[in-house]
């Protein structure tokens, strides 16, 4: 096997946020069904994916911030198993997502390192393969394989593309506490109930003909829900401090993003968000856009750009054989 130099791409690991979410029952995996609609956003990681070609594996993983179990570790690992390559892989991270604040961030990272590895690497990994390694890492992790406006059922790995939000603008905030994901589904207290009941399914049908004709944030709110939000706002009342203070500053809808503690607003006009973010001095708070399937793939393409041929997605390797 030849060394040469090691290839290198620098890729943005973006967040999510759910346009509506809603869990149903308790499955007997343990995990809850879900009817959610996924959205990328323009806030995201930066990381760093080097891999050497060599005849042994090892995986370094460098982070501004201590993670515990850092998914994209795993990630590089399960890449290199289904693969079956060997070589040094080197991960660099620096997070701008807040860890455990319901955006997704660990899970666009282990998700960035699935889309970039094999490209790296040379081995093409089928989308189905993906997938299966995406939802063994996390419920959120397939999402974030297409990314864009997405529903998601199942445990959230099951994924329909759905026509594309608008670019709205938005600010996150991200409030000095920890939501425990597991906390809030058990505080949800679900039953064990499959059964089917078709009303769960009704407002996901307006808001996709809704997307579909070019929504408005007036529409959205009155059609948005999070499961979660009763549940957080009763047992850490900090945040629906900061949820009135978010709708005091004209943002709608104003939601939980996922299980918490991030909140985030929407603005139609980039003029709206400006004027809001006086009132949220003090906050720690990013602004976004929501970010379309079309600019997510061009994202990915241009970052792999040196390393890929063709148009295709996932993007094809360049150093296949
Ligand atoms: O899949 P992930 O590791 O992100 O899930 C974290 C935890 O969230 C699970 O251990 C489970 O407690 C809960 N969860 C759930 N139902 C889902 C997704 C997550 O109960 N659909």
Redesign the pocket.
């Known amino acids: 096997m030849t060394a040469g130099p090691p290839r290198l791409a620098r890729v943005k690991a973006l967040a999510k946020i759910n346009l509506s979410l809603k869990v149903l029952h308790k499955r007997p995996d343990?995990?809850?069904e879900?009817r959610t609609i996924f959205q990328t956003i323009s806030l995201g990681d930066a990381l760093e994916v080097e891999y050497l070609p060599s005849a042994s594996t090892g995986i370094e993983v460098d982070s501004d911030l201590e993670i515990a179990d850092n998914l994209v570790g795993r990630a590089a690992q399960s890449v290199m198993n289904a693969a079956n390559v060997r070589g040094r892989v080197k991960l660099r991270l620096r997070k701008r997502i807040p860890l455990g604040g319901g955006m997704g961030g660990g899970?666009s990272d282990a998700a960035a390192v699935l889309l970039a590895l094999p490209v790296l690497a040379g081995r093409i990994l089928p989308t189905e393969d993906l997938a299966g390694l995406a939802s063994d890492l996390?419920?959120?992790v397939p999402f974030f394989l297409t990314g864009g406006t997405a529903l998601g059922v199942g445990?959230?790995t099951e994924l329909y593309p759905l026509p594309d939000a608008p670019g709205f603008f938005g600010v996150a905030v991200f409030p000095p506490v920890h939501v425990s994901?597991?906390e809030a589904?058990r505080g949800l207290d679900r039953e064990l109930t499959p059964g089917f009941k078709p009303i769960n399914m009704a407002k996901f049908q307006v808001l996709s003909w809704t997307l579909a004709r070019g929504m408005t944030p007036g529409e959205w709110a009155a059609l948005a829900e999070n499961d979660f939000e009763e549940f957080v706002w009763g047992r850490y009342p900090e945040l629906a401090t900061i949820r009135r203070k978010l709708l005091g500053s004209g943002a709608k809808p104003v939601m939980l993003s996922g299980s918490g503690s991030s909140l985030f607003g929407i603005f139609s006009e980039r003029s709206g968000l400006e004027r809001a973010l006086p009132a949220l001095r003090g906050e720690k708070a990013e602004t976004f856009r929501l970010v379309s399937r079309a600019h997510y793939r061009r994202m990915w393409r241009h970052s792999l750009r040196e390393h890929i041929e063709g148009e295709s997605w996932p993007p094809q390797s360049r150093y296949a054989q």
Do not use: A, E, Q, V
């Open positions: 343990g995990f809850h879900l899970s996390g419920s959120d445990r959230g994901t597991p589904y």
